[in-house]
Protein backbone atom coordinates (compact mmCIF):
# COMPACT_ATOMS: atom_id res chain seq x y z
CA UNK A 1 0.00 0.00 0.00
CA UNK A 2 1.56 2.97 -0.90
CA UNK A 3 1.86 5.94 1.61
CA UNK A 4 -0.64 9.36 1.08
CA UNK A 5 1.83 11.88 1.41
CA UNK A 6 1.06 15.75 2.02
CA UNK A 7 4.15 17.80 2.08
CA UNK A 8 4.16 21.63 2.21
CA UNK A 9 7.03 23.69 0.37
CA UNK A 10 7.48 27.29 2.27
CA UNK A 11 9.95 28.60 -0.02
CA UNK A 12 12.06 31.57 0.88
CA UNK A 13 9.06 32.46 3.41
CA UNK A 14 8.72 33.18 7.14
CA UNK A 15 11.05 34.70 9.52
CA UNK A 16 12.12 31.95 12.13
CA UNK A 17 9.25 33.43 14.78
CA UNK A 18 6.32 33.09 12.31
CA UNK A 19 7.50 29.67 10.95
CA UNK A 20 7.59 28.13 14.10
CA UNK A 21 4.11 29.83 15.28
CA UNK A 22 2.52 28.64 11.58
CA UNK A 23 4.13 24.58 12.49
CA UNK A 24 2.59 25.08 15.94
CA UNK A 25 -0.65 25.56 14.15
CA UNK A 26 -0.33 22.78 11.93
CA UNK A 27 0.87 20.30 14.78
CA UNK A 28 -2.36 21.13 16.35
CA UNK A 29 -4.81 20.93 13.63
CA UNK A 30 -3.34 17.91 12.03
CA UNK A 31 -5.61 14.94 13.32
CA UNK A 32 -5.07 12.29 11.00
CA UNK A 33 -2.83 9.13 11.13
CA UNK A 34 -3.43 8.08 7.57
CA UNK A 35 -1.39 10.74 5.52
CA UNK A 36 2.36 10.96 6.22
CA UNK A 37 2.30 14.85 6.53
CA UNK A 38 5.80 16.95 5.44
CA UNK A 39 7.32 20.22 6.69
CA UNK A 40 9.47 21.68 4.01
CA UNK A 41 10.84 24.87 6.22
CA UNK A 42 13.76 27.40 5.44
CA UNK A 43 17.41 25.82 7.15
CA UNK A 44 17.54 27.96 9.82
CA UNK A 45 13.95 26.86 10.80
CA UNK A 46 14.23 23.49 10.95
CA UNK A 47 15.91 22.20 14.58
CA UNK A 48 13.21 24.81 16.13
CA UNK A 49 9.96 23.50 14.08
CA UNK A 50 11.70 19.76 14.97
CA UNK A 51 11.49 20.74 18.48
CA UNK A 52 7.94 22.21 18.09
CA UNK A 53 6.15 18.93 16.30
CA UNK A 54 4.85 16.70 18.47
CA UNK A 55 2.30 15.44 16.19
CA UNK A 56 3.39 11.76 15.26
CA UNK A 57 1.94 12.14 11.68
CA UNK A 58 4.30 15.13 10.74
CA UNK A 59 7.83 15.28 9.87
CA UNK A 60 10.50 17.81 8.93
CA UNK A 61 12.46 18.52 5.76
CA UNK A 62 14.96 20.32 4.35
CA UNK A 63 14.04 22.06 0.98
CA UNK A 64 17.77 21.58 -0.07
CA UNK A 65 21.23 20.43 0.58
CA UNK A 66 24.32 20.62 -1.15
CA UNK A 67 26.21 18.41 -3.20
CA UNK A 68 29.16 18.10 -1.46
CA UNK A 69 29.74 16.80 1.87
CA UNK A 70 31.64 19.34 3.56
CA UNK A 71 34.59 21.98 3.25
CA UNK A 72 35.35 25.32 1.49
CA UNK A 73 31.46 26.30 0.26
CA UNK A 74 30.67 29.19 2.31
CA UNK A 75 26.67 29.46 2.09
CA UNK A 76 26.43 25.78 1.56
CA UNK A 77 23.72 23.22 3.79
CA UNK A 78 25.07 19.78 3.87
CA UNK A 79 23.09 16.51 3.94
CA UNK A 80 24.92 15.36 7.03
CA UNK A 81 24.27 19.03 8.72
CA UNK A 82 20.31 18.46 7.38
CA UNK A 83 20.57 15.12 9.51
CA UNK A 84 21.45 16.62 12.21
CA UNK A 85 18.83 18.53 12.76
CA UNK A 86 16.49 16.07 13.01
CA UNK A 87 14.58 16.75 9.83
CA UNK A 88 14.03 13.61 7.91
CA UNK A 89 13.62 14.37 4.42
CA UNK A 90 14.91 16.80 1.71
CA UNK A 91 13.58 18.38 -1.36
CA UNK A 92 15.70 18.20 -4.25
CA UNK A 93 15.74 18.71 -8.28
CA UNK A 94 12.80 21.70 -7.54
CA UNK A 95 12.31 23.38 -10.90
CA UNK A 96 12.85 26.61 -8.58
CA UNK A 97 16.89 25.50 -8.37
CA UNK A 98 17.34 23.95 -11.63
CA UNK A 99 15.70 27.36 -13.09
CA UNK A 100 17.09 29.42 -11.17
CA UNK A 101 20.41 28.32 -9.42
CA UNK A 102 21.70 25.82 -12.97
CA UNK A 103 20.88 22.36 -10.71
CA UNK A 104 22.05 19.94 -13.30
CA UNK A 105 21.32 16.41 -13.29
CA UNK A 106 25.21 15.53 -12.38
CA UNK A 107 24.70 18.18 -9.29
CA UNK A 108 21.06 16.59 -8.11
CA UNK A 109 23.21 12.94 -8.70
CA UNK A 110 25.36 14.03 -6.14
CA UNK A 111 23.08 15.32 -3.99
CA UNK A 112 20.95 12.46 -4.32
CA UNK A 113 23.53 9.98 -3.30
CA UNK A 114 24.49 12.30 -0.03
CA UNK A 115 20.53 12.66 1.54
CA UNK A 116 21.16 8.88 1.06
CA UNK A 117 24.29 8.37 2.90
CA UNK A 118 22.63 10.50 5.28
CA UNK A 119 19.14 8.67 5.99
CA UNK A 120 17.51 11.63 4.70
CA UNK A 121 14.06 10.44 2.19
CA UNK A 122 14.89 12.39 -0.87
CA UNK A 123 11.67 14.11 -2.33
CA UNK A 124 12.86 14.53 -5.82
CA UNK A 125 11.07 17.35 -8.34
CA UNK A 126 10.63 16.51 -11.97
CA UNK A 127 8.46 18.36 -14.56
CA UNK A 128 8.12 19.96 -17.82
CA UNK A 129 7.72 24.14 -18.63
CA UNK A 130 5.49 25.08 -20.57
CA UNK A 131 7.01 25.08 -24.29
CA UNK A 132 7.60 21.51 -23.60
CA UNK A 133 4.13 21.13 -22.18
CA UNK A 134 2.91 23.06 -25.91
CA UNK A 135 4.73 20.36 -27.97
CA UNK A 136 3.25 17.98 -26.43
CA UNK A 137 6.77 16.53 -25.65
CA UNK A 138 6.10 16.16 -21.87
CA UNK A 139 6.12 12.61 -21.62
CA UNK A 140 9.95 12.10 -22.89
CA UNK A 141 11.08 15.25 -21.34
CA UNK A 142 10.23 14.35 -17.75
CA UNK A 143 11.23 10.75 -18.66
CA UNK A 144 14.80 11.59 -19.42
CA UNK A 145 15.22 13.59 -15.90
CA UNK A 146 14.31 10.25 -14.26
CA UNK A 147 16.87 8.34 -16.52
CA UNK A 148 19.52 11.09 -15.80
CA UNK A 149 19.11 10.64 -11.82
CA UNK A 150 17.06 8.52 -10.48
CA UNK A 151 17.26 5.70 -12.44
CA UNK A 152 21.20 5.11 -11.47
CA UNK A 153 19.90 4.03 -8.58
CA UNK A 154 19.63 0.75 -7.06
CA UNK A 155 16.54 -0.64 -6.39
CA UNK A 156 16.82 -0.27 -2.97
CA UNK A 157 17.98 2.81 -2.66
CA UNK A 158 15.16 3.87 -5.38
CA UNK A 159 12.40 2.60 -2.74
CA UNK A 160 13.58 4.88 -0.36
CA UNK A 161 12.41 7.68 -2.43
CA UNK A 162 9.41 10.12 -3.10
CA UNK A 163 8.48 11.77 -5.89
CA UNK A 164 7.19 15.07 -6.53
CA UNK A 165 5.96 15.53 -10.16
CA UNK A 166 6.07 19.50 -11.08
CA UNK A 167 4.21 20.63 -14.26
CA UNK A 168 6.17 24.32 -13.98
CA UNK A 169 3.46 25.49 -16.01
CA UNK A 170 0.88 25.38 -13.11
CA UNK A 171 3.44 26.78 -10.48
CA UNK A 172 2.66 30.39 -8.90
CA UNK A 173 0.36 30.81 -12.33
CA UNK A 174 -2.86 29.93 -10.29
CA UNK A 175 -3.30 27.39 -13.79
CA UNK A 176 -3.37 23.89 -12.54
CA UNK A 177 -3.87 20.62 -14.69
CA UNK A 178 -6.63 19.10 -14.76
CA UNK A 179 -7.50 15.73 -12.91
CA UNK A 180 -6.89 13.85 -16.47
CA UNK A 181 -3.42 15.91 -17.45
CA UNK A 182 -2.36 15.08 -13.75
CA UNK A 183 -3.55 11.37 -13.72
CA UNK A 184 -1.53 10.78 -16.80
CA UNK A 185 1.60 12.02 -16.71
CA UNK A 186 1.56 10.56 -13.30
CA UNK A 187 1.17 7.00 -14.85
CA UNK A 188 3.67 7.90 -17.19
CA UNK A 189 6.24 8.21 -14.50
CA UNK A 190 4.99 4.86 -12.78
CA UNK A 191 4.90 2.83 -16.10
CA UNK A 192 8.93 4.24 -16.43
CA UNK A 193 9.41 3.17 -12.82
CA UNK A 194 7.71 0.19 -13.74
CA UNK A 195 10.09 -0.70 -17.06
CA UNK A 196 13.03 0.07 -15.19
CA UNK A 197 12.46 -1.28 -11.19
CA UNK A 198 9.64 -4.03 -12.20
CA UNK A 199 5.59 -3.26 -11.54
CA UNK A 200 6.24 -4.18 -7.44
CA UNK A 201 8.87 -1.15 -7.13
CA UNK A 202 6.61 1.01 -9.33
CA UNK A 203 3.27 0.14 -7.36
CA UNK A 204 4.95 1.40 -4.11
CA UNK A 205 6.63 4.85 -4.81
CA UNK A 206 4.09 7.45 -3.83
CA UNK A 207 4.00 10.13 -6.63
CA UNK A 208 2.96 13.78 -5.56
CA UNK A 209 1.39 15.99 -7.51
CA UNK A 210 3.27 19.55 -7.34
CA UNK A 211 1.19 22.34 -9.50
CA UNK A 212 -0.94 25.30 -7.71
CA UNK A 213 -2.62 22.06 -5.23
CA UNK A 214 -4.96 23.81 -2.79
CA UNK A 215 -7.86 23.26 -0.94
CA UNK A 216 -10.22 22.90 -3.76
CA UNK A 217 -8.94 20.88 -5.86
CA UNK A 218 -6.71 18.88 -3.84
CA UNK A 219 -10.12 16.28 -3.56
CA UNK A 220 -10.14 16.03 -7.16
CA UNK A 221 -6.70 15.59 -7.60
CA UNK A 222 -6.44 12.88 -4.52
CA UNK A 223 -9.22 10.92 -6.16
CA UNK A 224 -6.44 9.85 -9.09
CA UNK A 225 -5.53 6.25 -8.72
CA UNK A 226 -1.64 7.12 -9.58
CA UNK A 227 -1.88 10.52 -7.67
CA UNK A 228 -0.32 9.64 -3.85
CA UNK A 229 -0.22 13.31 -2.71
CA UNK A 230 0.70 16.56 -2.92
CA UNK A 231 4.19 18.65 -2.60
CA UNK A 232 2.45 21.65 -1.76
CA UNK A 233 3.48 25.72 -2.09
CA UNK A 234 1.44 28.85 -1.39
CA UNK A 235 -1.38 26.99 0.42
CA UNK A 236 1.01 25.92 2.65
CA UNK A 237 1.46 29.12 4.47
CA UNK A 238 -1.73 28.72 5.68
CA UNK A 239 -2.55 26.43 8.54
CA UNK A 240 -6.22 25.49 7.97
CA UNK A 241 -5.49 25.31 3.87
CA UNK A 242 -2.63 22.67 4.85
CA UNK A 243 -5.08 20.85 7.01
CA UNK A 244 -8.00 20.90 4.54
CA UNK A 245 -5.67 19.18 1.82
CA UNK A 246 -4.40 16.63 4.38
CA UNK A 247 -7.85 15.88 4.74
CA UNK A 248 -8.99 15.53 1.14
CA UNK A 249 -8.46 11.90 1.26
Not at 25 to 52: A, Y
Not at 71 to 87: I, K
Not at 201 to 229: H, M, R, T, W
Not at 238 to 243: H, P, V
Request: include cysteine; hydrophobic fraction near 40%.
Amino acid sequence: MRKKVVAGNWKCNTTLQEGVALAKEVNDLVSTSDVVVILGTPFIHITEVVKTISNSAISVASQNCAAEPKGAFTGEVSAEMVASTGAKYVILGHSERREYYAETSEILNKKIALALENNLTPIYCCGEPLEVREAGEQNQFVINQLQETIFNLSVEDFKKLIIAYEPIWAIGTGKTATTQQAQEIHKVIRDAIAAKFGQAVADGVSILYGGSCNAQNAKELFANPDVDGGLIGGASLKAADFNAIVSAF
